[in-house]
């Protein structure tokens, strides 16, 4: 009895040390993926560590430049424009030439001197009808109409003008031709300049200098680059070429060979039972055939070994042959001893057919065995195969598990390393973009140089072609001249005559009021002509030209403008909207800093500070005063007003500010070490802002050296437990 107890109290024991181990595994497992489960469902942070540095406490702002006063450019009477010299920010001063017009007359002077040819003609009518009459009884006035007409003929031979306005029209001519000469110097001596324009010939330097400048920020973002994939790809200092990565893609190439070769096992066993039925079904038949035929089969493989005893591959040899051969077998059977009566066909058909059936189903037999033996082989080979995949699979997984471990243990410094090399890139991408804002503006400059040769070749050309043919209307206006003298006097000898005729005193009044306005028409041409040959508009006012109104072959009408000249002597002003608290951080007089203008000279200064009209009461306007030898109207700046930089100890970046009732505080990162991982918590830190930026403040309230939580996967509180972003 006694005995038994003892064995029960045994067994009780080793249930209860069975059970607390079973407990512990469990605890342990259950420890290990609450870790992995908690670690997913954290909130993902970004952080950054506190430095020390300057910050500069400004208002930044764009807006336009917008000119004081302009002036626009019109003409007194319609012309075409021939050419425009002038492009919009072109700097001109009084006397500039700015267009150039077709020598063409204005529309107006033109129907001026139209409704002057058709009075003369109404005049030379009535006058001819005046003297048709007198001509019948005075012979000196007859002559001197055809006097007259004669002359008249001839000078139409040369132009259609009249003659009364040849010499006007041959002065005009000769001034126009003096101009378009000077007009050709004047585009010639524009070409040349411009070519030799320090301006244009130092661009290529200019631009070699930025294309190396792009080059070298480009190198240096390739290299950071670089960099940062590198350390992307690392894992840890001793894992070697050997990533988290290469081990599951090993793990997974591992279990698509197990699961081929398990494939294949299934398949092989699956045609085990069939090549074993087949090889019984083999052995069954050949024992059938052995019952039937046996005695043949051996007799027949008596007379095959013979007397002299042959060897079995001379037996089987012979058997084949006297199988195949009845005459054979006869010799055989005889020499054996057998007579011709047992020697029958039927004897003889019975130990071929022995032969024929025992020699096939033994073959059957082998073949089957063959096939058995080779599918047992297969199977063998495949399960041999699993056993390996399960080895290396094992093998694998214990490295993979060092792989990450070493991963976790190096994220923390990866990642401060990622954040250095980061910020690195985007100051150099900042660099390039504003070398290649540069470079682009430069290169535009260039290509403006080219396209203003062109133009200033094409003015040179055209001014050639007009001198040559106002070089030819002028020796056609000569020609006509010697000719119009003659019309002059034949017409004042024609009208001295008829005017001493005895006319009626209608006829002669009417005669008298017809030269009347003819002189009045002439002293209208007069005043049109005044200005009217004049080929060059020039600039009344020095500046810059704002704005260009009309483009080579237009008309332009009087009073239209042609084009607005800012000027600049007037000055120019820009505007910038703020806040009330951004307003009461500057004073009127306070001179900003132009960011976004490297090449040139301008200058801002703070003229007024007023109420926005968008914003009532709740935002002032910046008005500045802006001056310099490069300001241009309508150019967009972006202007830096305020207190000047100063260093700080503990600088943030103004996306880790937070603000709630009780003031401005930001979440620090603060690690914890437990038995499994180190653990993160976000920890509130108040904070004093001391002076902020756009992107940094300085604060106090830190130590150099925390890690501030600057963005969040998740809205996050004080005490709540987080994880990094490459965590």
Known sequence: MSGTNMEQKVKKREWVKTAAIIFLVILLVLTFFS?????????????????????????????????????????????????????????????????????????????????????????????????????????????????????????RQYTDVEPSQLKSKLSA???????????????????????????????????????????????????????????????????????????????????????????????????????????????????????AHGADYRELMGYAQGQDHADAATVAYRMQAYAANAELLRDA????????????????????????????????????????????????????????????????????????????????????????????????????????????????QQANWQMHFAQLEALVEQAEDKVEAQQDLIDDYSEALSAASQVEAAQQTLEELTFNASLDDLTEMNLQAARDKIEEQKLLIEELSTGSDAVEVKAKVSGTISAVHCSAGNTVSSETPMATITITDRGYTMKISVTNEQAQKVRVGDVANVTNYYFGDITATLEKIANDPQNQGRGKLLI??????????????????GQKSASYDTLIPNSAIRTDSNGSFVLVLVAKSTPLRTRYVATRAEINILAQDDTTAAVSGLANGDFVITTSSHPLEAGDQVRLVDE
Do not use: H
């Open 624 to 641: 500045f005063r802006i001056s310099g030898s490069d300001v241009e109207p309508g150019t967009n700046l972006t202007l830096s007003i």
């Open 333 to 444: 059977m005889i020499r054996a001893g057998r007579d011709d009566t047992y020697i029958t066909d039927e004897k003889l058909a019975a130990l071929k057919l022995a032969y024929e059936t025992i020699t096939a189903d033994e073959a059957a037999l082998a073949n089957a065995q063959k096939a058995l033996n080779a599918l047992q082989t297969e199977i063998a080979a495949y399960e041999a195969a699993i056993a390996d995949c399960d080895g290396r699979t094992d093998a694998l997984n214990k490295e993979l598990q060092i792989v990450v471990d070493k991963q976790n243990n190096a994220a923390a410094s990866r990642n401060e390393q990622i954040y250095k090399l980061q910020n690195e890139i985007g100051t150099a991408q900042y660099a390039l973009s504003e070398a290649s804002r540069v470079l682009t503006a430069l290169k535009n």
């Open 173 to 291: 001519a000769q001034t126009e031709l003096k101009a378009l000469n000077k007009a050709l110097d004047e585009a010639r001596e524009a070409l040349s300049d411009a070519k030799a324009d320090p301006n244009y010939t130092n661009l290529s330097a200019d631009i070699s200098k930025m294309e190396g400048q792009v080059s070298q920020y480009e190198g240096e973002i390739e290299a950071l680059s670089e960099q940062l994939n590198a350390l992307y790809k690392s894992v840890s200092d001793n894992t070697g070429d050997r990533t988290e990565a290469d081990v599951r893609k090993d793990l997974a190439a591992v279990a698509a060979e197990k699961s081929a070769a398990q494939t294949a096992l299934e398949t092989a066993k699956g045609k085990l039972s069939g090549a074993q039925s087949a090889l019984a079904a083999a052995q069954t038949k050949l024992a059938t055939s052995e019952v």
């Open 35 to 155: 870790n992995t489960i908690m670690n997913r469902s954290l909130p993902e942070v970004a952080a950054q560590a506190v430095t020390s540095g300057s910050i500069n406490a400004r208002i930044r702002g764009s807006g336009t430049v917008s000119a004081n006063e302009t002036y626009d450019v019109t003409i007194s009477q319609s012309r075409k424009v021939q050419s425009v010299l002038v492009r919009v920010g072109d700097q001109v001063s009084t006397g500039d030439v700015l267009f150039v017009l077709d020598p063409q007359e204005s529309a107006e002077l033109k129907a001026a001197q139209e409704t002057l040819k058709s009075m003369e003609r109404s005049y030379q009518e009535q006058l001819t009808s005046a003297t048709n009459e007198a001509a019948r009884e005075d012979r000196q006035i007859q002559k001197a109409r055809e006097a007259y007409n004669e002359a008249l003929a001839l000078y």
